[in-house]
């Protein structure tokens, strides 16, 4: 539900992976070892040991564990709100901003997956990961991610300010401590998991500003929205691997889909029109506009097809490339009608 930390979710096995700040959407890419199957007494989980993997293995596991993707989008999001708010243009604060929320965003997702290794070891997309495959211990992933997080806290202290550093530890412990362990007991979990995924933008305009303004709540507002469609299409598509993983999704507990289907349309129709308040409140002019509106339509498109049941499953994955691309669609050329028009 993608720091985009999302619960994401680009927080799965989706083809391209997700990008607002969650561990839902995350897939193991090729690696380029190749590790035995059989079961060793130091073997927690499902049979290698960290003796087993080449120190090149061994990188591209740690690497994983960030999430790299989901990370980047984090950085993406923060660098959006960094620009929209127009900062005296310094560089030194923009290179602790993107290498800050890089190294927070993988330290949440490293913590993430050490708090799910057990769920992840028992689901079909996320078995291979290097926790539960034992390529990596739960110990060793613990001290990454806390390593990471704190560094990334720390950068943006020394090289931005305080409120920066604050609202990134909140995003930090606000998707560990609170989505994380939700979504074992209620479906709000998607919509809890929204909030850190919406907060890297406050992080770059805290980052640029030092306070928080309207501007920068709108692009709060935009980032929460767009991840509830973009989360409930991968709860969808996955909701058997889901529910074998003992998650409580919302589309496990509406087996039609209906109510899933019918959230969806609400929140794009939600987003579309919180996209439209930079130009009804001055920020922005109606080039962007006429821009948001065509990247809602397309967005809204395969909601409004996620009804159908007989076309539900299709709708889904559709549903979810739109909202991979919708986003970029939106963000650059309100940043570039910030900056130049």
């Given at each position: 539900m993608g720091l985009n930390f999302s619960s994401s979710s680009l927080r799965g096995p989706e083809a391209c992976n997700l990008v607002s700040f969650d561990s839902h959407q995350y897939t193991t890419p090729s690696l380029t070892y190749k590790l035995s199957h059989q079961t060793t007494e130091s073997s927690p989980i499902n049979?290698?040991?960290?003796?087993?993997?080449?120190?090149?293995?061994?990188?591209?596991?740690?690497?994983?564990?960030?999430?790299?993707?989901?990370?980047?989008m984090s950085v993406v999001t923060a660098v959006a709100g960094y620009l929209s708010a127009d900062p005296i243009r310094d560089f030194s604060v923009l290179f602790s901003l993107i290498v800050g929320t890089s190294?927070?965003?993988?330290?949440?997702?490293?913590?993430?997956?050490?708090?799910?290794?057990?769920?992840d070891a028992k689901m079909v997309r996320t078995k291979d990961r290097a926790i539960p495959a034992g390529r990596i211990?739960?110990?060793?992933?613990?001290?990454?991610?806390?390593?990471?997080?704190?560094?990334?806290?720390?950068?943006?202290?020394?090289?931005?300010?305080?409120?920066?550093?604050?609202?990134?530890?909140?995003?930090?412990?606000?998707?560990?401590?609170?989505?994380?362990?939700l979504k074992r007991f209620t479906t709000w979990n998607t919509l809890v998991g929204a909030i850190p995924g919406a907060l890297p933008p406050l992080i770059g305009w805290a980052a640029a500003e030092g306070q928080i303004t309207t501007l920068g709540w709108i692009l709060f507002a935009i980032l929460f929205l767009w991840?509830?469609?973009?989360?409930?299409?991968?709860?969808?598509?996955?909701?058997?691997?889901?529910?074998q993983g003992g998650f409580v999704m919302l589309s496990n507990a509406d087996s039609t889909g209906q109510k899933v289907a019918i959230q969806s349309l609400v929140?794009?129709?939600?987003?579309?029109?919180?996209?439209?308040?930079?130009?009804?409140?001055?920020?922005?002019?109606?080039?962007?506009?006429?821009i948001a509106i065509a990247a809602g339509i397309y967005y809204l498109r395969p909601a409004i097809a996620f009804l159908k049941q007989d076309q539900?499953?299709?709708?889904?994955?559709?549903?979810?490339?739109?909202?991979?691309?919708?986003?970029?669609?939106?963000?650059?050329?309100?940043?570039?009608d910030l900056w130049l028009l």
């Open positions: 049979g290698a040991t960290e003796s087993d993997v080449s120190l090149r293995g061994r990188i591209d596991d740690f690497y994983e564990l960030t999430k790299p993707r989901l990370s980047f190294l927070a965003a993988g330290g949440a997702a490293a913590l993430n997956q050490w708090l799910e290794r057990e769920a211990t739960p110990i060793h992933a613990f001290i990454y991610g806390m390593g990471l997080s704190i560094l990334g806290c720390w950068l943006l202290y020394k090289g931005a300010n305080l409120l920066a550093c604050t609202l990134t530890a909140a995003t930090i412990a606000s998707y560990v401590l609170l989505y994380t362990p991840q509830m469609p973009h989360f409930f299409a991968i709860a969808w598509t996955h909701r058997k691997d889901y529910a929140f794009c129709l939600a987003l579309i029109v919180s996209t439209l308040l930079p130009v009804l409140l001055g920020y922005a002019t109606w080039i962007y506009g006429v539900r499953d299709a709708a889904a994955r559709k549903l979810f490339f739109a909202s991979i691309f919708y986003l970029p669609a939106l963000l650059l050329p309100l940043v570039l």
